[in-house]
């Protein structure tokens, strides 16, 4: 029979009566006969407690270090999960990410899976026991301990449903699954029933929180379908998979906003071959992703060139940006942190025209002045006031009428 | 250059500012150039803590899953420790018990050590590295963890000097090393400067809690000096090695006293072969230690037979005696715990006489009643009413006149 993979995160276990709560749903999955693997995240707030406590004993607290830290947290929440079931008779074992087979690169704090050796997990299952597997962390060659970074429970979680070819990847989460829009902002967004793996990528690339793009990307290359849902209640979420009906749904498939975005533009640069090269190759090398990228029209020889970074990596990107005036013979370097971008998403844009213009128009009806604008495929990304998100979303969530259901 | 390994308890580990003073003295001592491995237990109550959350989720949670959750508290600080050491700009790394390379069979929460693969610590050494290592941790051939039981961290540090050819492993601890009696009972008592394998080995089994017995007895094995010190001050400790001037030093070294104590008394069986061994059997088979055994000479063809075991194994113990009576042919069952042992301790004693008379003596005259009486080649206990503890150790203290000085 088909293996379930089930991933639970850190606020569905903050405490011992969340903990026994989700023991008792994973317990229910298992009398229906399915063998299942248990993904967990650390409990509630405990990575923030133990990097807090590291801060404590050193500033700059070595990476190598910090994994074998952090990786306790998601240790102490798998065994307490395999205790739990095993108190209300089940048979239950917890295995750490290297007990569980996750091999990972030494990149410490964001490592990346190379391979899954699934034969201590098909062993446990085929002793009929739940296996309960700490999420968010690997092994390396050389046995050390790693962390796979942000979204990395997901990560555990989809790569070992890959491997074990699994029928399905639940991701439970504290909301009912995906929405059209952030329902804080937009009352009246609808929780989608399905959504295509590159729709669902967009969209957490453009600020939707509900699941990581990594994980999502790792679920679209290996065909694993994934179900978002919460913990909380018994609501049957949204599942993300291959594409459908593309052609007959020609729609808009949500919205998606981000405010933690940093504007950095390099003044007055000579418009020559290689400079965005030369701007953008230190950013890659100190892992800052560079998100929409403008470069203005060539005014006399010159021109503007500007794009955004994560308001985190802000500081560090002046850093590397600064310097370079000279090299660039750039006239200045002027950041902003007001700003937000507003997207709309859905694999039905690519053949049918007119999205931009409705998009545009409908922005501009409610005042909405754009910075910048940035496509793909599938999206259209507006750059606006961080003041006016609010009016944004909610003029595109009516505009491209996404209360109503789908077909 | 000759390794130095140093094991650090939980209460020299206990916040931040302790962590800060350890790696203080770990520098001080790597400054000397010899190469340190630091074994480090979990921060102050952090075991009792877990054990705590464990049992919010299962009464009596399963071993193999405790000893994972366990060994995240040894993970903690060694990760802070080495953490911290960096901070201080030494090179620094930690490692787990697994990757130091601690083998162990699969007897969860009491695992035994069965081999060291000290590969991993000789690379981090040799890379000029102060190697921080979990304590009281282990890894089956299955990988899956283990802890080592009471003295766990004592024994990694043992085991590690010993598979490392250790110049010394130093024990550090909360008191000045091992005295000649517990202060708390004898303000006299005086810290020995050395003592032998087999000697201390008798004091920690008969209640000296500085060294767990089983961490001695390694260190005997493998002939590791070992030095007890405190790690708040700069004292020199107490040096336990092989035997030297025996002959010379026919002295009683020390007093161990041990409230920890029950007794049982199987009344009225019949005296004939292998009464003993149908009583004690089943109690082996529990792991549960005897202690004193002493059989009462035959009246009437009938004997009383009494022993004691630790107080909390005695509920245990009668639940495994008890249906044996008919078997036995006992006529009752009795037990007791306001008794307590007290012994005099000396590799002086086994060829020289008159210790005994003399131990009986002093205790009768502070009207001490003796209830049982044992002895080994370099040790006599004595059990008594556990009132009268004080009074014992005070008198038997004095009379081998133990607050003088060594030759």
Redesign the interface.
């Known amino acids: 029979m088909e293996i379930l993979v089930q991933k639970y995160g850190g606020s569905s276990l903050a405490n011992?009566d969340r903990?026994?709560a989700v023991a008792r749903r994973v317990a229910a999955s298992r009398d229906s006969g399915r063998p299942i693997v248990v993904v967990v995240s650390a409990m509630g707030d405990t990575t923030d407690d133990?990097i807090e406590?590291?801060q404590?004993?050193?500033?700059?607290?070595?990476d190598?270090?910090?994994d074998?830290?952090l990786?306790?947290g998601e240790?102490?929440s798998?065994?307490?999960m395999?205790?739990?079931l095993?108190?209300m008779g089940h048979e239950a074992?917890?295995l750490?990410g290297?007990?569980a087979g996750i091999r990972t690169d030494s990149s410490h704090r964001r490592a990346r899976i190379v391979a899954v050796d699934p034969s201590?997990v098909h062993r446990e299952l085929a002793a009929g026991r739940i296996v309960v597997v700490a999420g968010f962390q690997g092994i390396t060659e050389e046995?050390?301990?790693t962390t796979l970074g942000r979204g990395g429970s997901d990560t555990t979680a989809v790569a070992l449903a890959a491997i074990l070819h699994a029928r399905t990847c639940e991701i439970y989460t504290d909301v009912d699954g995906v929405y059209t829009a952030d329902p804080r902002i937009e009352p009246r967004a609808r929780k989608l029933d399905e959504i295509s793996y590159e729709e669902m990528l967009e969209l957490a690339q453009q600020g939707a929180k509900v699941m990581h793009p990594r994980a999502v990307e790792l679920g679209s290359v290996y065909g694993v379908p994934i179900v978002v849902r919460s913990s909380f209640n018994e609501n049957p979420g949204t599942l993300i998979h291959g594409e459908t009906a593309m052609e007959i749904r020609n729609k808009v498939r949500g919205i998606a906003h981000d405010t933690d975005v940093a504007k950095v533009t390099v003044v007055g640069v000579p418009d020559r071959p290689g400079i965005a090269a030369s701007l953008f190759r230190p950013l890659a090398d100190a892992n800052i992703s560079v998100d929409v990228i403008v470069q203005n029209a060539s005014i006399q020889g010159t021109t503007d060139l500007s794009f955004t970074v994560a308001r985190s990596d802000l500081n560090r990107t002046l850093r590397l940006v600064q310097p370079l005036t000279g090299e660039l013979q750039a006239a200045d370097i002027v950041s902003s942190t007001d700003l937000a971008k507003v997207s709309i998403v859905g694999t039905g844009m690519q053949h049918a025209p007119g999205y931009a213009a409705r998009m545009f128009k409908a922005l501009a009806d409610r005042n909405v002045n754009i910075d910048m604008i940035t496509t793909s495929e599938i999206r259209i990304t507006c750059l606006i006031d961080a003041q006016q998100v609010s009016d944004a979303v909610q003029a595109l969530h009516e505009t491209f009428q996404l209360d109503k259901a789908d077909l």
Chains 1, 2 share one sequence.
């Open positions: 011992a903990i026994r133990l406590l590291a404590q004993l050193a500033e700059d607290p070595d190598r270090e910090l074998l830290l990786s306790t240790m102490i798998c065994t307490l395999a205790m739990t095993r108190h074992i917890s750490t290297a007990q201590r046995f050390d301990i």
